[in-house]
T-cell receptor, first 112, second 114 residues
């Protein structure tokens, strides 16, 4: 049981490049989330998916898109990366609603 | 918008002492308050949570208290050990159970000195 996995672990992009961050969970969870973590700002929700087939915006969705590919996988896409998107990105999942969120190990993204 | 304020941002204690971290939330509809511990280079991990129908919850050396009237909740760690050193985040649910969305505090870096 791997829990929540994220790929890649680390990525360097140039301004304007695009990339997709992958997230998968093997706990049969319904809800999945994407956060970004910046120093002194805690974790901020980018997008979430309450259940398979649904997605919705969080606090900081601008510049990102998501796809809930199936119940297991939830990807985050940066269409045109900007230096302001340099951050650590975490994916999380929960069985449903207000229950324990399980986090992945994170993706460290540097945009030059 | 709704927010969660967390204090202090850094906390240094001697091994064996107690540590207290405090959070204040603004959304009066919040009803779920988890605490997460994040070790260096890892994702956050839930250590304890409390729901609005109780005022206190304990799990060994860790306790959380909730004052809904004042919109305050706190994490108490007793008999601290070096392995408690980490960043701790509080969070509050967004009102009306909006898909399980949480608002996180800014984090507290706890250092336990041997």
């Amino acid at each position: 049981n791997a829990g929540v996995t994220q790929t890649p672990k680390f990525q360097v992009l140039k301004t304007g490049q695009s990339m997709t961050l992958q997230c998968a969970q093997d706990m049969n969870h319904n809800s999945m989330y994407w956060y970004r973590q910046d120093p002194g700002m805690g974790l901020r929700l980018i997008y979430y998916s309450a259940s398979e087939g649904t997605t919705d915006k969080g606090e900081v969705p601008n510049g990102y898109n998501v796809s809930r590919l199936n119940k297991r996988e939830f990807s985050l896409r940066l269409e045109s990366a900007a230096p302001s998107q340099t951050s650590v990105y975490f994916c999380a999942s929960t069985r449903r609603g207000l229950e324990t969120q399980y986090f992945g190990p994170g993706t460290r993204l540097l945009v030059l | 918008g709704e927010n969660v304020e967390q204090h202090p941002s850094t906390l240094s204690v001697q091994e064996g002492d107690s540590a207290v971290i405090k959070c204040t939330y603004s959304d009066s509809a919040s009803n779920y308050f988890p605490w997460y511990k994040q070790e260096l280079g890892k994702g956050p991990q839930l250590i304890i949570d409390i729901r609005s129908n109780v005022g206190e919850k304990k799990d060994q050396r860790i306790a959380v208290t909730l004052n809904k009237t004042a919109k305050h909740f706190s994490l108490h760690i007793t008999e601290t050990q070096p392995e408690d050193s980490a960043v701790y985040f509080c969070a509050a649910s967004r009102g009306n159970n909006q898909g399980g969305k949480l608002i996180f505090g800014q984090g507290t870096e706890l250092s336990v000195k041997p």
